[in-house]
């Protein structure tokens, strides 16, 4: 099968690795082009275009691609028979839309319609959620509203965060992938439409999604931790400086913590929410100041019982 790749982040890498190892015929990939990254804001290629010049792949890299008539005519002379996108970060216009005989085909990293939007391993996390999984569905115009193809299943275990749950997701969505194309080829797989009455929203994070609401049971804080990884993450402020949160665990027997203050038991440190919860800070960092264990802020910084996180110098 001749089909195009559109892709940018590294979730999309496995499953343009397994459309080459399982014999599509891989004619063009499109990916964001390079952008400033790092110290030295030097141009740097994406996880998709590094992955296809190591396949041997040939590359486009558009701006823009709705009146991009360059671009359409390049996709119109190989007439794919789909096109498969993994979080390209561009809308997909009508004319695209149209081009292949199989449709455009997306991987979406949640059980749709739950979670669609453009974080939702992060949502599904920060929600609370022990399953999530990934879809695979036909693109249309609106916002992850397409016919779904196949999904398949995730637990969310308490240790993970977004970041070492996105890695299985990508991997089981590039097989799902090839059984979702090979089952459209031959038939065996049937759209079927999303009950919109069902669907959730996963919005692009915002940084004040990581400020932490202490009004709110600990678990809530946990969730949302391990969820926005690596950013915005979680912070508050403590002596009228940021402070970020980068581990921690629920804990019990915490009656006599209160909400946004610090207890010490030893060389733990503890955290205080709502509804007589709290987080055991494993580490955590200062504003200006390097990560540090909670060991080394107890001893550093000595923080009093009356103190009151979030609020100004």
């Known amino acids: 099968m001749d089909v195009v790749f559109c892709g940018t982040p590294p979730f999309a890498v496995p499953t343009l690795e397994k459309l080459v190892a399982s014999g599509f015929r891989v004619k063009l990939v499109a990916t964001q082009p390079d952008r400033p990254s790092g110290r030295g804001m030097e141009l740097a290629a994406s996880p998709v275009k590094r992955a296809a010049v190591a396949l041997g792949l040939p590359v486009t890299q558009p701006e823009k ?4 008539e360059e671009f359409r005519e390049q996709l119109e002379s190989i007439a794919p028979e789909s096109i498969v996108v993994v979080g390209y970060g561009r809308i997909i216009p009508q004319w695209m839309i149209d081009l292949p005989k199989l449709g455009n085909i997306n991987l979406h990293a949640s059980l749709l319609p739950k979670y669609r939007g453009a974080a939702p391993i992060q949502w599904a996390i920060a929600m609370g959620e022990t399953v999530t999984g990934i879809t695979t569905m036909r693109i249309k115009a609106g916002l992850d509203t397409g016919d779904i193809l196949l999904q398949a299943e995730e637990r969310i275990k308490p240790e993970d965060t977004a970041l070492t749950l996105a890695p299985r997701l990508a991997q089981t969505g590039a097989e799902v992938m090839i059984a979702t194309l090979a ?13 919109d009455s069902q669907a959730t929203l996963a919005p692009i994070l915002k940084r004040e999604d990581g400020l932490i609401d202490f009004a709110r ?5 946990w ?33 006599d913590v209160a909400p946004a203050h610090f207890a010490t038991e030893h060389e733990r440190l503890l955290l205080g929410f709502s509804h007589n919860t709290a987080l055991e800070v494993h580490e955590l960092q200062i504003e200006g100041k390097k990560r540090m264990s909670a060991r080394d802020f107890i001893n550093g910084y000595r923080p009093r019982a009356d103190e009151v996180l979030g609020s100004p110098a």
């Open 65 to 68: 691609i709705k009146n991009n």
């Open 223 to 255: 969730n949302r931790l391990r969820g926005f990884q690596p950013w915005p993450g979680a912070f508050t402020s403590f002596r009228g400086k940021m402070l970020h949160l980068h581990a921690a665990m629920l804990t019990s027997g915490a009656a």
């Open 217 to 221: 049971p600990a678990v809530d804080a």
């Open 183 to 195: 089952g459209l080829k031959s038939g065996a797989v049937t759209p079927r439409p999303q009950d």
